[in-house]
């Protein structure tokens, strides 16, 4: 098979701040300086050609402009329509999402996206199912597996270091200002259901994956969600109520009896290393991995507490964890997510971070919301794409 020299990006919504900031220049056009994305054969490389896709043609010419690029386009029919353009790729909000998904689908095109893949679990399984049925190769960012912290902890699970794994506890988040007295940190629409805000949605598509990867599926979820700040402020400076979860308490069952606790929120004073922390507990030693740090602790050096509350603490915990050294240079996670698509479109590497895994992340966020709303503990099953398998669509 001959292998492609260069190969073409519509880049839709890339004026956003995901879309410029993550997947533009911290993606692929550093990937163009490196020259391209190195294949497997250690030689050979494939360059990328992005075209510019959105509806300020003004923003658009002005971000080409800057970068020294030529492409670019308010018509996103007619670069689905072009030969010269083999992956579409989608940074738009998710509830402008679905469509251009689906037309890229019956154009042929690889695909990959931002996640949630959309707003609801039918269409997000409607969508793998269709990528499924054209044959098209499709991909889904996964970015927090590419986290230093979460690197090392992978490591250490596949070396056996924990032994049996028992419980996962994880915390995320940070206080997000209200809008009245200092400026919000996120966009108004986060706080804002009917916008496809909350941090459910937001969040709980990368708790999916996360997991999934590291300790194993989802079989259960128990969520408490509160919306604590019901006032904020928008851009604007004017006030408006907040519709949407701004924190989550969630209790997950995984398939090999491993227990997970994530509590996410944007209400919270940090007082931990990083704005990530999960532990991983093990019979045979212990772990928390952060954003970029991994600290452990092997059980033959765990010490003795002894519960004593009529006597100040004087043993310094944290003093018997050990640091993780930094063994590998780990790469900017976008940039790596995009060079992994790039090689499974071209040549056809392994990529198990599909629209059903997106699907699965937005399955999850649902059960989750549902579990809010009744107040109980559901199940989430297996999904399945139930159709035929096609050989996949040359480039």
Known sequence: MTLPTTIGIIMNGVSGRMGYRQHLTRSILP?????????????TRVQVEPILVGRDERKLA?????HGL??????????LADSRWDIYSDFLVTRARVSGLRKAIDAGKAIYTEKP???SFDDALDLARRAARAGVKNGVVHDKLFLPGLVKLKRLIDSGYFGEILSVRGEFGYWVFEGDWQ????????YRSEDGGGIVSDMFPHWSYVLEYLF???TSVYTTT???VPTRIDENGIPYTATADDAAYAIFELDNNIIAQ??????VRVDRNELVEFQVDGRLGSAVAGLFDCRVQHRSVTPRPTWNPDLRETHDYRADWSLVPDNATIDNGFKAQWEQFIRHVVEGAPHPFDFASGARGVQLAEAALRSAESGRRLPVPEISLDVPQRETVAL
């Open 226 to 228: 509160a919306t604590h």
């Open 183 to 190: 400026e919000a940190q996120r966009p108004s629409w986060n």
């Open 62 to 66: 002005d971000i080409a402009e800057r």
């Open 262 to 267: 994530l509590n996410s929120s944007w209400t």
């Open 216 to 218: 194993g599926s989802v």
């Open 117 to 119: 893949t959309a707003e």
């Open 31 to 43: 990937i163009r300086e490196q020259g391209g994305v190195l294949l497997s054969d250690g030689s």
């Open 70 to 79: 030529t492409e670019y386009s308010t018509d996103l029919d007619a670069c």
